[in-house]
């Protein structure tokens, strides 16, 4: 087991790509703090951890809310003492309401600000002292191909996504002497719940296939896989990277 008794808060894991890797990161060892808005599915994926014959527990956390971050932090120290791992997953995509910057409402602008960027940044605030204190630990956020380039209609979520890059590149920077890791994960399009309303559209749908060279969407499991990798001592020489998990869609 590559994860075996470390310590992992996931964020956004009731459902989706959080979810899976809730899931695979059980299945490899580690203790997961599920931290889930949704508390009917986050407490549905701590119960899929316990028929693994894991350990797990659920904390309804809105990442977006400082006291509900605070507080995870302060579950997963009760719990276990440590954490070794945080992966910053949790967003929103305001699909038909965000749009281009003139339409765009203060409300679709700010709500997804608020859970896409400043969410990671005040997970990694209040876990990087306890990995400080522990020697060392390891972050993975969830970026996007959107913030690398530009995607019509999609302002808000791209500006988050940037900023997570941005955010991901300064942390790296600083924390690295510490023993911090921190990488991010570049998703294609994946088919979730997140993106359900985007790929109800059949056209669309079929649009977004043809765009990746690999020719199909991507599903939360393909993600799993490089979270553990990223979290695993295999990486321990990877430090401020973007690893794309998206199909080949960067290449074109």
């Given at each position: 087991m590559r994860l075996k008794n470390r310590v992992a808060i996931i964020t956004g894991a009731g459902a989706g790509i959080g979810k899976a890797v809730a899931?695979?990161?059980?299945?490899?060892?580690a203790k997961v703090v599920v931290a889930e808005i949704n508390a009917e599915t986050g407490q549905a994926t701590a119960d899929e951890i316990h028929a693994l014959k894991r350990e797990g527990a659920f904390v309804r956390t809105?990442?977006?809310?400082?006291?509900?971050?605070?507080?995870?932090?302060?579950?997963?120290l009760e719990h276990y003492g440590r954490v070794d791992i945080l992966i910053n997953n949790a967003g929103v995509l305001m699909a038909g309401k965000d749009t281009r910057v003139h339409e765009l409402s203060n409300d679709v602008w700010e709500r997804t600000l608020a859970v896409n960027l400043r969410g990671h940044w005040l997970c990694a605030k209040y876990v990087i002292p306890t990995m400080l204190k522990q020697g060392g630990g390891c972050i993975i956020n969830l970026a996007s191909p959107t913030g690398m380039r530009g995607y019509q209609g999609l302002t808000a979520y791209s500006v988050s996504k940037g900023g997570i890059i941005a955010l991901t590149r300064a942390m790296a920077a600083d924390y690295s002497r510490d023993h911090i890791r921190v990488n991010a994960i570049v998703p294609g399009t994946i088919d979730t719940p997140m993106n359900a309303v985007t790929l109800s559209d059949e056209h669309r749908r079929e649009e977004l296939i043809a765009m990746a060279p690999g020719g199909r969407l991507g599903t939360a499991s393909d993600l799993a896989g490089m979270a553990v990798f990223l979290a695993s001592d295999e990486a321990e020489y990877c430090m401020g990277g973007f690893y794309m998990v998206d199909g080949g869609l960067m290449t074109v």
């Open positions: 899931l695979q990161y059980a299945w490899e060892g809105d990442v977006a809310e400082e006291s509900d971050v605070r507080g995870m932090v302060e579950t997963a």
